[in-house]
């Protein structure tokens, strides 16, 4: 209708001389509505805001509840800056932000785009961060100083994509441009502007292909819908292709936008280290230390455990026995730190270890020993040195039977997922330029999350909290029910905060930190037990009619079909048939969590 008069009004005008008065004075008018309206949408714009509630958690900037420690001296690890062989590189973590949708994204929050700012004398940016506006600012980019003609401004830039016809909420109007980069060099990031003018060469650099790396788009950080349309437009986080520790991809904590498409041929690369001695940026003994002091998690368990961890020496003082495969009548007690098991050789099936034989003692051993339990420690490269993870290994002489919730009934699934020797694991990975504890993985058997500081509980300062859910010891970073299966049928995975708590840093015991070894000194020891490859605990075989037989007399009839079906649906995993292996022989060792 308005567009309708508006239209007339257009023509009318059209048809009158421009020197009229009648033309001036409708003119003028226009003007005057055409202002109002504008400010009309700006107050509506304000006001929708308010309406949606309190401001975004982006707004806010995330910090570890206590300060950093200062680190004790060590070479080169928190100094602020890493040389990756003729190209030095630090982390920003100051913005300006520079375009923001309130729309899409993680929980629909939109996503704001920075560029880093007070960069140190000499610095460069390398390329702009952006994340979603559903957790506090917790970011970091590299920015990179040149040694030896390494950097170069890039020759033009190629407007990727504008929200210029997006009708979603948004701060302005948004540009993402990719840098084209001289030959022979890579660009590592994108640029991003609130106008469409091109950005300025010398805005950005673009690294010499030698010190570049392949990279993949990982975690989603927006589309325009509430889910990532893989047709549409999408920003991802980036992060090396190979990881491990012996990879040299650095990430340059930049994002990668794209248009859509089956597997688009990636336009930005990650950096590469190239400093062959990357050790030297690594936390050593004493700084190790002092990350576990500062760090090391408390794990809760649910009030309703029955099987609790102890020391591995615990359980090898308390009657656990090493088997041999054809000597199965003749079980050997096992000595403290596990020196007459076999060391190294593979996962063949030719020994496992198991409880003590006599039924009292083997009662005692399942229920483990709290007190005597410790944490075993791991310390580890990650990201060419950048990074240092610190996996966090506990050990449970027994992992109690599976519970499944059907319907209202919850339901002990009786031998279903028992097994002797229980493995489990938290990752902490630690910024090797400030110390920081810059995110968290919480190992759920073959699976896990990354969870970022900024949606970690903490206490004591900055001691993580995670909690190990009942009778199975999956880590959480929340207590409540995680329920793995659909309809009503699952396996409850239960964990909550009580008063039964394991500090990990209390008594630990670092195993094994590789790098800071070599051919003259051993600087840590690592214990036999770490270097038995076989099975902590027997092949098990049950019937699991009899089982589900057992556990179907707790519900009704018309829930025993169904139960049976997703009983029957469980992969061998859950179903618990394997003893589990030691840390060594999990692909997390040497390579990056999932
Ligand atoms: C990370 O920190 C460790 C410990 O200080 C150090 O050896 C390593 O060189 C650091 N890496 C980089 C790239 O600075
Ligand atoms: C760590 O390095 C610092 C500085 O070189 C040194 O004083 C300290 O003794 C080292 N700590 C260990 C345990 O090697
Ligand atoms: C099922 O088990 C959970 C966790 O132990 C408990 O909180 C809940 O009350 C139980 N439900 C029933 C119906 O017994
Ligand atoms: C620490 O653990 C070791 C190995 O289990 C044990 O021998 C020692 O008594 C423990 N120390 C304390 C203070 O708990
Ligand atoms: C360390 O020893 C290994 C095997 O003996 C050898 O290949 C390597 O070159 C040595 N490294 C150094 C730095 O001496
Ligand atoms: C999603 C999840 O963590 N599921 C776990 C629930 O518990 C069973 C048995 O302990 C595990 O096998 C699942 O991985």
């Given at each position: 209708?308005?567009?309708?008069?508006?239209?007339?009004?257009?023509?009318?005008?059209e048809?009158?001389?421009?020197?009229?008065?009648?033309?001036?004075?409708?003119?003028?008018s226009?003007?005057?509505?055409?202002k109002?309206?504008?400010?009309?949408?700006?107050?509506?714009?304000?006001?929708?805001?308010?309406?949606?509630?309190?401001?975004?958690?982006?707004e806010?900037a995330?910090?570890?509840?206590?300060?950093?420690?200062?680190?004790?001296?060590g070479?080169?690890?928190?100094?602020?800056?890493?040389?990756?062989g003729g190209?030095?590189?630090?982390?920003?973590?100051?913005?300006?932000?520079?375009w923001?949708?309130?729309?899409?994204?993680?929980?629909?929050?939109g996503?704001?785009?920075?560029?880093?700012?007070?960069?140190?004398?000499?610095f460069?940016?390398?390329?702009?961060?952006?994340?979603?506006?559903?957790?506090?600012l917790?970011?970091?980019?590299l920015?990179?100083k040149?040694?030896?003609?390494?950097?170069?401004?890039?020759?033009?830039y190629?407007?990727?994509?504008s929200?210029?016809?997006?009708?979603?909420?948004?701060?302005g109007i948004?540009?993402?441009w990719?840098?084209?980069?001289?030959d022979?060099?890579r660009?590592?990031?994108?640029?991003v502007?609130?106008?469409?003018e091109?950005?300025?060469?010398e805005?950005v650099?673009?690294?010499?292909?030698?010190?570049?790396?392949?990279c993949?788009?990982?975690?989603?950080?927006w589309?325009?819908?509430k889910t990532?349309?893989?047709?549409?437009?999408?920003?991802?986080?980036?992060r090396?292709?190979?990881r491990?520790?012996?990879?040299?991809?650095v990430?340059?904590?930049?994002?990668?936008?794209?248009?859509g498409?089956?597997d688009?041929?990636l336009?930005?690369v990650?950096?590469?280290?190239?400093?062959l001695?990357?050790?030297?940026f690594?936390p050593n003994?004493?700084?190790?230390?002092a990350?576990?002091?500062?760090?090391s998690?408390?794990?809760y368990?649910?009030p309703?455990?029955?099987?609790f961890?102890?020391?591995?020496?615990?359980?090898?003082n308390?009657g656990?026995l090493l088997?041999k495969?054809?000597?199965?009548?003749?079980?050997?007690?096992i000595d403290?730190?596990?020196?007459?098991?076999?060391?190294?050789?593979?996962?063949?099936?030719?020994?496992?270890?198991?409880l003590?034989?006599?039924g009292k003692?083997?009662?005692?051993?399942?229920?483990?020993d709290?007190?005597?339990?410790?944490a075993?420690?791991?310390i580890?490269?990650?990201?060419?040195?950048?990074?240092t993870?610190?996996?966090?290994?506990?050990?449970?002489?027994?992992?109690?039977?599976a519970?499944?919730?059907?319907?209202?009934?919850?339901?002990?699934?009786?031998?279903?997922?028992?097994?002797?020797?229980?493995?489990?694991?938290?990752?902490?990975r630690?910024?090797?330029?400030?110390?920081?504890?810059?995110?968290?993985?919480?190992?759920?058997h073959?699976?896990?999350v990354?969870?970022?500081s900024?949606?970690?509980?903490?206490?004591?300062?900055?001691?993580?909290?995670?909690?190990a859910?009942l009778?199975?010891?999956?880590s959480?970073?929340?207590?409540?029910?995680?329920?793995?299966?659909?309809?009503?049928?699952?396996i409850?995975?239960?964990?909550?905060?009580?008063?039964?708590?394991?500090?990990?840093?209390?008594?630990?015991?670092?195993?094994?930190?590789?790098y800071?070894?070599?051919n003259?000194?051993?600087?840590?020891?690592?214990?036999?037990?770490?270097n038995?490859?076989?099975?902590?605990?027997?092949?098990?075989?049950?019937?699991?009619?009899?089982?589900?037989?057992?556990?179907?007399?707790?519900?009704?009839?018309?829930?025993?079909?169904d139960?049976?079906?997703f009983?029957?649906?469980?992969?061998?995993?859950?179903?618990?048939?394997?003893?589990p292996?030691?840390?060594?022989?999990?692909?997390n060792w040497?390579?990056?969590?999932?």
């Open positions: 209708m308005t567009v309708l008069v508006l239209v007339f009004v257009l023509v009318f005008l048809t009158l001389q421009p020197n009229s008065r009648i033309y001036s004075r409708i003119k003028r226009l003007n005057f509505v055409n109002v309206t504008e400010k009309l949408t700006e107050m509506g714009n304000c006001l929708s805001f308010f309406e949606t509630g309190k401001a975004l958690p982006v806010s995330f910090q570890l509840p206590s300060p950093l420690l200062t680190w004790p001296p070479t080169g690890f928190g100094l602020g800056t890493i040389d990756l190209l030095q590189v630090c982390q920003i973590t100051s913005f300006d932000k520079v923001s949708t309130r729309e899409g994204g993680p929980d629909n929050l996503a704001t785009f920075f560029e880093p700012s007070s960069l140190p004398e000499g460069f940016m390398l390329g702009c961060y952006s994340q979603p506006n559903n957790q506090p917790h970011g970091w980019v920015a990179g040149d040694q030896s003609d390494v950097l170069r401004e890039p020759i033009d190629t407007l990727l994509w929200s210029e016809s997006l009708k979603i909420k948004q701060d948004g540009y993402i990719i840098p084209v980069p001289p022979g060099y660009a590592v990031g994108h640029v502007t609130s106008s469409q091109k950005p300025s060469m805005k650099r673009c690294v010499r292909a030698d010190f570049t790396d392949q993949e788009a990982n975690t989603w950080i589309g325009p819908g990532s349309d893989p047709n549409g437009f999408n920003v991802f986080n980036l090396p292709k190979t491990g520790t012996t990879a040299m991809g990430p340059v904590g930049t994002f990668i936008a794209q248009n498409g089956k688009p041929p336009s930005l990650c950096l590469r280290n190239n400093y001695n990357y050790e030297s690594m003994l004493s700084q190790i230390e990350l576990i002091q500062a760090y998690p408390w794990v368990f649910h309703g455990e029955a099987y961890p102890s020391s591995v020496s615990w359980f090898f308390n656990a088997y495969k054809g000597e199965e009548s003749k079980p050997i007690p403290s730190t596990g020196s007459n098991l076999p060391q190294g050789g593979s996962n063949d099936g030719a020994y496992w270890l198991d003590p034989v006599d003692a083997k009662e005692r051993v399942k229920r483990g709290l007190q005597s339990s410790q075993y420690f791991h580890k490269p990650m990201y060419a040195g950048t990074f993870d610190i996996a966090i290994w506990v050990f449970y002489p027994f992992n109690g039977p519970r499944a919730k059907v319907e209202f009934f919850n339901v002990s699934l009786g031998k279903i997922g028992e097994h002797v020797g229980d493995w489990e694991h938290l990752t902490l630690v910024s090797n330029f400030s110390g920081e504890l810059w995110k968290v993985y919480f190992a759920q073959s699976k896990g990354w969870v970022d900024s949606e970690v509980e903490f206490q004591n300062g900055n001691k993580v909290v995670a909690y859910s009778h199975g010891h999956a959480y970073p929340k207590p409540g029910l995680v329920l793995q299966g659909s309809n009503g049928i699952g409850r995975n239960d964990t909550a905060k009580s008063k039964i708590v394991m500090d990990t840093g209390e008594n630990c015991s670092i195993v094994a930190a590789e800071l070894n070599n003259k000194t051993t600087v840590v020891e690592e214990p036999p037990w770490l038995y490859f076989r099975e902590w605990g027997p092949k098990v075989s049950y019937d699991i009619a009899e089982e589900i037989k057992k556990a179907d007399k707790h519900l009704p009839g018309v829930l025993r079909k139960f049976e079906k009983i029957r649906s469980l992969p061998n995993e859950v179903l618990g048939e394997e003893g292996t030691g840390p060594k022989m999990k692909n040497n390579g990056d969590e999932a």
